[in-house]
Structures are given as structure tokens and as C-alpha cells.
């Protein structure tokens, strides 16, 4: 009995002490104490001068950016330092000031508005006179053909899905129409307006859900640091509007939610105009806004609350039901191919994620880990670490904005939580989908499995972007913020940003062409090609041809560039083969293609992103063999009509005849 009345009288031992000790700490980072000033003081002025410096800023950035570009196209040994110093300069300070605190909210409302103007410029600056992303060309071939025909609805052989959702072409073209801009100057306007458009929706969103202009900014300022936010949702694609029209429907349904029923009404109107323009959008922003209101819906009808919030929840419901319906009826009345379209992407995707798991042989390795310099790589990565550290410190603090109680210190916060007791569901709901970051993350081990986190990470950010913020207002920052608390965390955010940027394209730096790189390989050998087609051969021919050539084709070129050469055999089968055996001789005689296009280029390197003609291709370690690709040369009923040295065109229609 002595050893127990001396340990009860000298308290725990050491070992316990140091348990209970590491316990508090932890629940100390990540439990949900609300210690930190949400909003900044109303009646603060904006600071003009503060503005004019980041403008400044901005636009010595941006020339440097532009010089970047204008060495890489000579191969200058200053090309990164050029162009990143300008990156560097432009992100930089507009992070710092937007994420300090004692900002006035019309300033920072206004800078985030700048600086996605500015990021949208910095993609522009790539190729300031055309298109050239690989979905651009592909909705540019679809304005071009409803500009021409002027009717909807017309086949589009390297987007079937495409001409299902009009959207976007019908806005550009109307551009072009009443201003008679080119599609390229009409889509740029256009994108321009989308992306203010967006930023000041996302803001207005936070705003309603938090009721603070900080951490509505600093979740706009995160948000920013997702991977498509610089190039894949500023490209000429249906996204592009799509999460636009997404992100607005959301803002005027949160803000909507103390409006009198009379108001509220004609929010609900203004929300299924909304929703049924996104329903002939995308397909895949239309499926997570009714995912959004499903959940959202199932929140509300979870929540403990009184006889007075029952409208607001059949409001909600109401809302849910349109959100599903509209896009599951456009389907319905165009005969809309989605699930072929989306099923095998989605397959092959999550087959290589379980291969990659299991030890198997993946086909090919993350692009970013076989093009991009260490100094990008250690970027993305470290801006990884940051949101994994903000989601972590913010989580809970996260729930506990959304808890009926207020915000007492302790945990009570996430009890009340549990016992269905929250006063804004929308918090709740995305709080928990920002679990969605470490899957996306996990998905972009492949490169199938990619394209999946590619999409995913649009939609996840916007809740990414929520518990950051609040991890950041309410943990590192904190009430009375001094020393690296102000500073640490708005440098913290702008490498979340950088990181967006160095994870969205492998190679930001226009530089000369190489070999199977998407934007890369677009320079002027290939497009003068595709304009003599459209000009010696008439439009409308059915060319096949690799994936790059293909784009330029159909849209310089004006031609019928076709994918597979029939149905179920790809144009790869056809190229890379070192002798055309009777099998594919005898399919190609039978198929309706007129002209091969054969680029000698593929022959100098191992293309960049792994593939010469389709994603889904087996990874090449190799360059093509130039006599493989000049194989056609000796087939009876081929003529060779076209040869620049590099590149060769073939007129195949004497196989027809010989068929």
C-alpha cells in the first residue's frame, strides 16, 4: 500500500505528466478554440496607396514574365531567371497584403479581383494571339462550325460530348457577332469577364456563409492555389463557364437565406435560371452542384431546429430536386453519350490508382515527376505540406464557426456538433468534403487517375479554401497577430499560390517546340501545314494524324480530323507499326479517311507527356522510328502529295478504290 499512497501524494509520474502534456498541445493545434478577430473594422478606409504600389508591382511582373517568354522561344540561359523573378513578383505582394491583417475589405475585395485578372493575363501571355490549349482548340473548332453553319447541335469528332453542351460557343459567338471580333478575341473577352466573375461570387459566398470579409478573402486567396485555377479554368472550355455559373448559383442561394419570402422567391427563380443554364454547360459542374444541394438538403433535414426553419429547408429540398433534374432531362432529350464519355476515364483511372497500390506495372508516371524542374516539384510540394498543415489546425475550428453555442473554448463547440445542433449547414457540409484534398492528392499518383484529381480539385478547393482561411484567422494569426504571426501566414499563402501555379502546367515557359507536349508542340510548322490543307485540298477532308497535328487540322486547317481510324481501332495502331500488316491495310481501305499526315518530328524524341496520339496510350521510353512513320511510301494506291521535310501528307482514297 506505501508505493500507491506515495504516488497519490507526490501526483502523476513523469511519463503520465509528458502524456498529458502532448495531449493538451495537440488539442491545443487542432482542437476548435475561436481565439481570432474574424473581421476587420468596418469603418477602416482603403488604402490607395497601397494599390497603386501593387499595381506597379503587378506590372513590372508581368514584363518580366513576357521577356521570360520572348528568351524561351531563343533559348536564352536567362529564360527561369526572367520569368520566375516576374512569377515570384507578381504573386508575392499581393498575397502578403491581401492576407494581412487590418485590411479593409473593399480593398482586399478589390485586389483579389486584380490579382485573378493578372493570373488570367499571365496564362493569355502564353500565346497572346491564339488559342492554344488542347480543349481550347476543341470548342474553337465548335464556335468556327456554328459561326459557319449557324445551327446547334453539330458533330464534333475529337469532343462528341461537346456540341451536347452549346453553351459556351453560343456566348462567343454572339460576342463575335455583335462586335465582329475573331473567336479567339471574343473567347478572351468572354474569359475575362468569367474570371472577375468568379472571384467576386467566391468571395460574396464565404462572405455569406462566415459573415467575415478576412477570412471570405483568405479562403479566395487559397482557393487560388488549386491546380486548375491558373490554366485549366481561365482555358476557351465549357468549365471555364460552367464553374462559373456553379459558384454564382451557390452565392445567391447562401445569400438568400434570411431574405423575406417575397425576396426569397425571386432568389429561387434567379437560382433555377442558374441551374438550367448550367444544365447546358458541363456535365460534370452540373452533377457536383446537385451533389452540392443533395447534401446540402440532407444537412437541413438532419439539423435539430425549430417550426421556422422548416420553409428554408423545403427551399433547399426544392432547389436539390432542379439541381438534379435539369441536367438528368438535357441528357434525356439529346441522347447525350455522357456515360461513354465519363465512364472510361473514371475506369481507367481508378484501375491504375489499384495497380499502383497493389505493385503492379503502371502504364506511365506522373507527368509533372518527368518533365518539371526539382525547383517546380519542391514548390507544389511545399505548398502541399501548407494546406495539409491549414486543414489540419483548421478542421475542427472550422465546425465550431458553424456550432449553435457560440464560440466558448473546450470542445463544447463539436458537441453540439454532434448533436445535430449547427447554425449554417453549408459549413458543416464543407468542412467535412475538405476531406476530399488528401483523395484528389492520392489520385494524382497516376497519370489515368490524374485526369480525375485534375477535375476533383475545382470543386474540393472550394471548401479547401474555407478551412485554411479559418486556420489561419483563428489559429496562426490569432486575435492580437505581431511578429511571423502577421507575416508567417500571408507568406504561407502566397507559396500556396505558387504551388498552383507550378502544378498546373509541366512547362510554363513558352519555349520551341518539342515533341508530343500538348501547347508546346503547337508552333508554325504545323499550323502553315493545316492552312495549306484548307487552301490547296477545300475543307471538310477526314485527316488522321497525331494528337497535336489533329488539333491543328481541325481548326486552322478546317478539316475533319478523326481520332480512330474506325470504330475500336486507334490511329496509333496505324503509325506506330513498323510494317502496315493486311489487317490495318485492309481496315484503312475500308474506312472513309482521305489523307494521313505523318510529322517526322515524333522520330526526334520521346514525347514530353508521354504519348504521341491518345493518353490512354503505353508509355513511350523511345522515339518513333523515321522509317516506321515513312512506311506508306511504298503502298500501292498512296500518294505522297505533301512534304516540308518534316512533315508528310499522304492522300490514301486510292485504297478505296482498290478495296
Given at each position: ?38 473581421s476587420d473594422a468596418p469603418t477602416r478606409p482603403v488604402n490607395c496607396d497601397w494599390i497603386a504600389a501593387l499595381c506597379l508591382t503587378a506590372a513590372v511582373a508581368l514584363l518580366l514574365v513576357v521577356a521570360g517568354h520572348a528568351a524561351g522561344r531563343r533559348a536564352y540561359d536567362v529564360t527561369p531567371l526572367l520569368f520566375w523573378s516576374g512569377v515570384v513578383l507578381l504573386v508575392v505582394p499581393i ?116 459573415g467575415s470579409p478576412r477570412i471570405s478573402a483568405i479562403a479566395c486567396l487559397a482557393y487560388m492555389g488549386c491546380m486548375t485555377f491558373v490554366i485549366f479554368d481561365s482555358m476557351f472550355s465549357y468549365e471555364s463557364l460552367g464553374v462559373v455559373l456553379c459558384m454564382l448559383t451557390f452565392a445567391v442561394e447562401a445569400a438568400s437565406r434570411d431574405f423575406d419570402p417575397r425576396a426569397r422567391l425571386r ?393
Open positions: 500500500m506505501m508505493p500507491a499512497r506515495l504516488t497519490a501524494a507526490t501526483g502523476p509520474g513523469p511519463l503520465q505528466g509528458a502524456v498529458q502534456g502532448a495531449v493538451q498541445l495537440v488539442s491545443a493545434v487542432i482542437g476548435p478554440d475561436l481565439r481570432g478577430s474574424s498575397s502578403l497584403r491581401i492576407g494581412w491583417p487590418g485590411v479593409a475589405r473593399g480593398e482586399r475585395l478589390f485586389l483579389l479581383f486584380l490579382f485573378a485578372e493578372l493570373l488570367l493575363y499571365y496564362k493569355t501571355v502564353y500565346s497572346p494571339t491564339s488559342f492554344v490549349g488542347h480543349d481550347e482548340f476543341l470548342h474553337w473548332v465548335a464556335a468556327d462550325d456554328l459561326l459557319t453553319a449557324r445551327r446547334l447541335f453539330l458533330s464534333n469528332s475529337l469532343l462528341p460530348i461537346g456540341p451536347t453542351y452549346p453553351a459556351l460557343e453560343i456566348l462567343t459567338t454572339a460576342i463575335v457577332n455583335l462586335t465582329g471580333l475573331s473567336v479567339f478575341l471574343a473567347g478572351t473577352l468572354l474569359l475575362v469577364i468569367l474570371k472577375g466573375t468568379f472571384v467576386v461570387a467566391l468571395f460574396l459566398f464565404y462572405e455569406a456563409i462566415t432568389a429561387l427563380g434567379l437560382i433555377a435560371l442558374l441551374l438550367a443554364c448550367l444544365a447546358v454547360t458541363h456535365h460534370v459542374t452540373a452533377a457536383f452542384a446537385a451533389f452540392y444541394f443533395a447534401m446540402l438538403a440532407a444537412f437541413e433535414a438532419l439539423r435539430r431546429q425549430g417550426a421556422s426553419r422548416i420553409g428554408t429547408t423545403l427551399a433547399i429540398i426544392l432547389i436539390a430536386a432542379l439541381a438534379a433534374a435539369l441536367p438528368v432531362l438535357w441528357v434525356m432529350a439529346r441522347g447525350n453519350p455522357l456515360s461513354g464519355y465519363l465512364g472510361p476515364a473514371v475506369e481507367s483511372g481508378l484501375r491504375a490508382l489499384m495497380r499502383k497500390f497493389s505493385g503492379g506495372v503502371t502504364h506511365r508516371p506522373e507527368v509533372s515527376a518527368i518533365s518539371q524542374p526539382l525547383g517546380m516539384r519542391l514548390t507544389t510540394a511545399i505548398a502541399v505540406l501548407l494546406l495539409s498543415l491549414g486543414l489540419a489546425t483548421g478542421f475542427f475550428r472550422s465546425l465550431a464557426l458553424a456550432a449553435s453555442s457560440g464560440a466558448p473554448s473546450g470542445w463544447r463547440p463539436i458537441g453540439d456538433i454532434l448533436k445535430r445542433r449547427w447554425r449554417d449547414s453549408r459549413i458543416v457540409f464543407l468542412t467535412i468534403l475538405a476531406f476530399g484534398f488528401p483523395v484528389s492528392v492520392i489520385l494524382r499518383l497516376t497519370q489515368s487517375a490524374w485526369e480525375i484529381a485534375n477535375r476533383m480539385a475545382t470543386f474540393v478547393f472550394i471548401s479547401v479554401g474555407l478551412v485554411v482561411a479559418v486556420s489561419i484567422v483563428h489559429f496562426w494569426q490569432g486575435r492580437e497577430a505581431r511578429g511571423w504571426r502577421r507575416a508567417g501566414p500571408a507568406v504561407a499563402l502566397s507559396i500556396i499560390v505558387m504551388g498552383g501555379i507550378t502544378s498546373s502546367a509541366p512547362d510554363p515557359i513558352r519555349g520551341r517546340y518539342k515533341v508530343g507536349a500538348d501547347q508546346q508542340s503547337v508552333e508554325a510548322m504545323g499550323i502553315d501545314t493545316a492552312r495549306w490543307t484548307n487552301e490547296w485540298l477545300a475543307a471538310g477532308n477526314r485527316f488522321t494524324a497525331d494528337r497535336v497535328n489533329r488539333l491543328l487540322l481541325a481548326s486552322y486547317g478546317r478539316q475533319d480530323a478523326r481520332v480512330r481510324i474506325v470504330a475500336g481501332v486507334d490511329t496509333a495502331r496505324l503509325f506506330e507499326a513498323e510494317t502496315l500488316d493486311p489487317d490495318i491495310l485492309r481496315v484503312l481501305a475500308r474506312s472513309d479517311i482521305d489523307f494521313l499526315l505523318v510529322d517526322l518530328r515524333l522520330s526526334t524524341a520521346p514525347p514530353m507527356l508521354g504519348f504521341y496520339f491518345e493518353p490512354w496510350q503505353p508509355a513511350h521510353g523511345k522515339a518513333l522510328s523515321g522509317s516506321d512513320l515513312l512506311k506508306f511510301n511504298d503502298i500501292k494506291g498512296v500518294s505522297r502529295i505533301y512534304d516540308n521535310g518534316w512533315i508528310v501528307i499522304y492522300d490514301v482514297r486510292g485504297l478505296h478504290e482498290n478495296s
